[in-house]
């Protein structure tokens, strides 16, 4: 079983920009097509941006344009830039493959609040 860590939440003020990072236990970045997801509070989990193993990248309509998913099969790692960040995107950030595992990583928190 893959085990995979996010890493890079915080608190940011409106408009600024975090990276997040996603390290997987075992080499699966080649593999499998790859998302990041997020949760926030009373809300259920949803899909924000998804890359395949060729690199090719998609985003949810709320994020096109401002967030950007990258991999580095050689490191096992993705990641996901996010600028121009809003308070609506404060939630919890996972990754997982595309489409999921049923198993879950702990997640990293990002809030955008002044």
């Known amino acids: 079983q893959v085990q995979l860590v996010e890493s890079g939440g915080g608190l940011v003020q409106p408009g600024g920009s975090l990276r997040l990072s996603c390290a997987a236990s075992?080499?699966?970045?080649?593999?499998?097509?790859m998302g990041w997801y997020r949760q926030a509070p009373g809300n259920r989990r949803e899909w924000v941006a998804r890359?395949?193993?060729?690199?090719?990248?998609y985003y949810a309509d709320s994020v096109k344009g401002r967030f950007t998913i990258s991999r580095d099969n050689a490191k096992n790692t993705m990641y996901l830039q996010m600028n121009s960040l809003k308070p609506e995107d404060t939630a919890v950030y996972y990754c997982?493959?595309?489409?999921?595992?049923?198993?879950w990583g702990q997640g990293t928190q990002v809030t955008v609040s002044s």
């Open positions: 890359i395949t193993t060729g690199h090719i990248t």
């Open positions: 075992r080499s699966i970045f080649g593999v499998y097509l």
């Open positions: 997982n493959k595309f489409p999921p595992w049923n198993d």
